[in-house]
């Protein structure tokens, strides 16, 4: 066998271990009783031990140089040895022991987070919060050498392979000469237009899982091969043929978690499109979390909150909760779905908002990560940075700092794909309605197909065989950039 | 590092792959949508090829040779290392390619299997369990070998470490020349005492789970640690900490189901009463299926089918279901759960026939795997053992020789410990009356703590540090016999 296709071989098989140790962090997230906590943690990490000592062996080492001295076919085998390389990279610049070490210090960190965001107590969490920091720096270290980049896109490139930061400074540089404006401007307008009725619950949660899960079909979800359940923190996750997506019920607002569901569902409908032939290669996998978060909010914030599907969607949510009188007419629930409000939480913001949230994390991650802010420091600038950005300043830190899990479970570098996604979303929104003028028209009759079929083509399909710039390049004509966003905000509430 | 620690630092690596490979089936068979059948196959077994490999690495064999010439502290680290080894000889005895052409014959033969026995067609699925027992044979000769037995007890000790054959003729010999006899008489007392009348549904599920959570809640069982759910086939699966309980409601009989989850209640208690300390090590584990047989078989057939338990249960149900009548009597629903009556299927069996199922399977499958009986003489050699041994001749396949999942599935040497595992259960549950003679009593008020610590104490407690005969002398005072499981039988039904 070809020094290649025995990598292919080994590849198959780490995929296959990853694959169980996402059903796993499902399981844990959704139905594992409190006592199988200790059990879970150990199989887990006897996984990715596994996984890490298969790609750090002097054998594969071997292989990867030999098939790389290989002509291979085509350009998938090319793209695919790139991506061997790339993951034999990650893999290779940490050792066993620090790999292990943030595992700990994520997980201990982690759970003592809860606490101090419920008991409002930043200091408590600190020196957990240092720990991961420092080594999340390590780690950051260790793979700019190998990837010739600075640490903080070291750490960025675990979840946007090739992204830098140059190009993400223009772009926010671009968005932040913009939205405090354009946020005056939409807050005018929304007062001229008077406030939206927000519908009365209670809403049964079962009739709110139908209602979702009707939904999830007509965006073409197929309940053969997923499952709609229920965890505290939603998410998208499972394989391709056995998609999971979670959601949270309230009784008192059906809203947010129904477009929740839509919003995963474009999640889902990623992981579902993926090039079936590179199942269980690097190849194959979904590009980066910038392309994965511009599938959910192409779903979610481009078709889903547009009149088009709200005039589709009234008639079936009055259906399901058995609603009459205003609230239930598609141009409020238009209105409230737009609703735009400068707010402390960024789960909770709008679109036009969102940006400064992620924005700031941004810069104080950079920051942090670049000891050019020391942590204890970390909530004076939140604070401050929230009233440069958005004009307000939060009362505490539990809806300041503490708020977000991401940089107490070891996820440094992550925060910028949520806007860089939006972004690409509005880009890749306004090209397919190029190609396919009807789609709007097609989405108020409920009818998905063209839309999907072309995200589908032009991004689920392609995997990881291109940047996530150049798929954005051939799909839309042109790199990332922030004038759709923009005139996607322009005309939606300007 | 020694090579004794150093091994069970491999150990703990593996046990928590296993637990892995069981959560993955339990997921399976659970609430795993179709669609994700293949890329669960493709996890499976990736996950147990890197278990095969590591136990099957030169390091690994050189770590257990030195391990054996080392002096060990204490009986425990002696019994581990014993354990490692037996893990390791089964391990070695056959190549990756074997297992892996076993479970993919295996996978394939139990899909078709499914199909046969709807479709009433042996041959259908007559060539696929030619491959699947020309595959067992082939690993139980490897393995025989080495374990210096025969084949069929090389297979049997896959589920029952260090079983024989002679001790089974032996124990199986003086039931036949018994059951017969005792079972004209256990039917002519019943006709005396007339039939016992079913309660008539329907019976609502939710109902049905409250009052088997209730009932498991009383037998010990912690849903901090456990949970119960539904599939198809009833098991117990998870492991300590998250043990998962499955079960299936029929909406028109709840006494079976209810039954059902007792007897998983019992298998249960044995994997959460294991020796903490010893977790993730061979000699933490369930000793074998005889021993886990006897947990299950006896909360279920010598606890909770007693007159005690049901006059405790018997209101318990009543309220569950509003049940009003003579059905809901504790005397009837004890008649109701004694019945006695020749039948087709195994599972459906009561306790006085079902030994006869048992052996019937036990002396096919021995002469199958000895080359005596060929696989297209097995319905009619099946047919003429069921007159033989209980006086009743299937009227199909359906109802004879294709019930059962065992052989299709490749778990040939499995049958016996059924058997043994109910005898195991009659002498242990007398000598829990002889250590303590108020259990009955105490089982009446709903009190298993006197129980099931005995049972923890004596069998869950010693993990894998003993053979299945000695725990059993150990706690009985004598070696596995038939005698308190005839006497059990005498008493209740003779």
């Given at each position: 066998?070809?020094?290649?296709?025995?990598?292919?071989?080994?590849?198959?098989?780490?995929?296959?271990?990853?694959?169980?140790?996402?059903?796993?962090?499902?399981?844990?997230?959704?139905?594992?009783?409190?006592?199988?906590?200790?059990?879970?943690?150990?199989?887990?990490?006897?996984?990715?031990?596994?996984?890490?000592?298969?790609k750090t062996s002097t054998e594969f080492h071997d292989l990867l140089e030999a098939a790389e001295s290989d002509v291979l076919d085509g350009s998938w085998q090319r793209a695919n040895l790139r991506e061997m390389r790339r993951s034999w990279v990650h893999a290779n610049a940490v050792d066993a022991d620090l790999v292990e070490a943030m595992t700990r210090a994520s997980s201990a960190c982690e759970m003592v987070w809860r606490e101090a965001r419920s008991e409002n107590d930043f200091a408590k969490v600190l020196p957990y919060l240092e720990e991961?920091?420092?080594?999340?720096?390590?780690?950051?270290?260790?793979?700019?050498?190998?990837?010739?980049?600075s640490v903080y896109e070291a750490l960025l490139d675990q979840y946007e392979p090739g992204g830098r930061t140059k190009q993400i400074d223009d772009l926010f540089a671009d968005l932040v000469s913009f939205l405090p404006d354009f946020l005056e401007t939409a807050l005018a307008k929304q007062a001229e237009q008077g406030e939206a009725i927000a519908p009365v619950g209670p809403f049964d949660a079962d009739r709110q899982c139908n209602l979702g899960r009707h939904l999830m079909q007509v965006l073409g979800f197929d309940f053969g091969a997923g499952r709609l359940d229920v965890s505290l923190h939603p998410f998208c996750g499972g394989v391709p043929g056995d998609i999971r997506i979670t959601t949270r019920y309230g009784e008192d607002d059906f809203t947010q978690s129904l477009m929740g569901v839509l919003h995963e569902t474009g999640h889902a409908l990623y992981e579902m499109g993926l090039p079936e032939e590179w199942r269980y290669q690097p190849v194959g996998a979904a590009r980066g979390m910038v392309l994965h978060e511009s599938q959910s909010l192409l779903i979610e914030m481009q078709a889903c909150r547009s009149r088009e599907f709200l005039s589709f969607a009234a008639p079936l949510m009055r259906g399901a909760f058995g609603g009459t009188g205003p609230e239930w007419n598609h141009e409020n629930l238009y209105r409230l779905y737009t609703h735009v409000e400068p707010s402390f939480i960024r789960v909770d913001a709008d679109e036009v908002t969102y940006p400064a949230h992620v924005i700031l994390r941004y810069r104080l991650e950079r920051a942090l990560i670049d000891d050019q802010l020391a942590l204890v420091d970390l909530p004076d600038a939140w604070n401050s940075g929230m009233v440069d950005l958005l004009g307000v300043r939060p009362p505490d830190d539990m809806q300041g700092c503490l708020q977000d899990i991401h940089w107490y479970d070891g996820a440094w570098g992550y925060f910028p794909t949520y806007t860089l996604g939006a972004m690409a979303a509005s880009q890749l929104f306004a090209a397919a309605k190029v190609a396919h003028p009807d789609i709007p028209e097609m989405i108020s009759r409920g009818d998905f197909g063209l839309l999907v079929g072309w995200m589908r083509n032009n991004i689920h399909a392609t995997g990881s065989s291109r940047t996530s710039n150049d798929i954005l390049l051939a799909a839309t004509g042109k790199p990332l950039g922030a004038d759709d966003f923009k005139a996607h905000l322009q005309e939606r509430y300007g």
């Open positions: 066998m070809s020094a290649y296709l025995e990598l292919e071989s080994r590849f198959r098989r780490i995929a296959a271990l990853n694959e169980a140790v996402g059903m796993l962090h499902w399981d844990m997230s959704v139905l594992m009783p409190t006592g199988g906590a200790s059990a879970r943690a150990e199989q887990l990490a006897a996984l990715k031990l596994t996984i890490h000592e298969m991961v920091l420092k080594l999340s720096q390590e780690a950051g270290k260790a793979k700019s050498v190998a990837l010739e980049c």
